[in-house]
């Protein structure tokens, strides 16, 4: 077991599922954990858990809800008041809506939770990922990219909704940011990577709003990975020494694999990160 002692490390969506197996697993490698969640009263629940699991851990719960701006701002504020660099950013939280839906700040949802999210948490901690040096981002996406598309001029699916291709559209959108940034911050010390935690039985798709999709979710958890055990490459890549300056790397099963070729185009990969911050209004990337 690695020892992760004087690392400090966030997990958003660690209420449940991977996120939670994830955060428990680096609070037993002696790592300051927090649990960036949106809702605080499941994440005490989660968190009971954990300290009963664990000896003397060092964690702790903070509210996120990742598809808001202002939530990730306040939190990113929140954090930098308490701690002065970070180590580890798991950018696990991740939804899929059987309806359209719109945040308070105008994003649909399912890109808001699963792509836009990720990247604005990731550019608020940077500094401190930083002064953390070396440090890793690790970003959950979902082998179900392979079938998603890059729709520039509809990345909000504001002419055509489907939950299954926006969940896999999102996944897609935040491999290709992975691969972006992992290339801009090369030679920072920051590294970034993805992780493909395989087919897990979660509550991804729990009152997704849908009987039917919630029952097609409920018929697919016998054929599913454990929550512990889809959790395993999120836990080695965010401590294994063998991943040392490995950056803008895929990994699925703990090993580095090669995704499609349009995950890897770079200058689609160029023009999506121009729309994406032309879409949240910042100009300063």
Not at 135 to 145: D, E, F, K, M, P
Request: glycine residues 8%; neutral net charge.
């Amino acid at each position: 077991m690695t020892d992760m002692h004087g690392k400090t490390c966030i997990v958003t969506g660690s209420n449940s599922g991977i996120g939670k197996e994830t955060a428990l697993a680096l609070a037993e490698m002696g790592a300051t954990v927090i649990m960036a969640v949106r809702n605080l009263e499941r994440g005490q629940v989660a968190l009971d858990y954990i300290l009963q699991e664990v000896k003397e851990p060092h964690i702790e719960l903070m509210q996120c809800d990742v598809a808001s701006k202002s939530s990730i701002e306040s939190f990113a504020s929140e954090f930098k008041s308490k701690f002065d660099s970070l180590h580890v950013l798991v950018n696990n939280a991740g939804a899929v809506f059987s309806k359209r839906q719109v945040t308070e700040e105008g994003f649909e949802r399912t890109l808001a939770v699963n792509y836009l999210g990720p990247l604005l948490l990731t550019r608020e901690l940077l500094p401190l990922l930083k002064s953390g040096v070396p440090s890793r981002v690790i970003n959950l996406c979902s082998g179900l990219y392979k079938s998603g598309q890059v729709v520039l001029d509809d990345l909000q699916s504001e002419k055509k909704y489907s939950s299954q291709k926006v969940y896999r559209n999102t996944k897609l959108l935040l491999l290709m940011h992975t691969y972006s940034l992992a290339k801009k911050l090369e030679g920072s010390g920051v590294t970034v990577n993805a992780v493909l935690p395989g087919f897990v039985a979660t509550n991804l798709g729990k009152n997704s709003g849908s009987r039917m999709q919630d029952l097609m979710f409920g018929m697919m958890k016998p054929f599913q990975l454990s929550p512990m055990e889809g959790a395993e490459t999120s836990v080695y890549v965010s401590s294994s020494s063998e991943v040392d300056g490995l950056s803008g790397k895929c990994f699925s099963k703990k090993q580095v694999v090669t995704t499609t070729e349009i995950s890897n185009d770079i200058t689609l990969q160029k023009q999506l990160w121009t729309k994406t911050f032309e879409i949240l209004g910042i100009t300063d990337h």
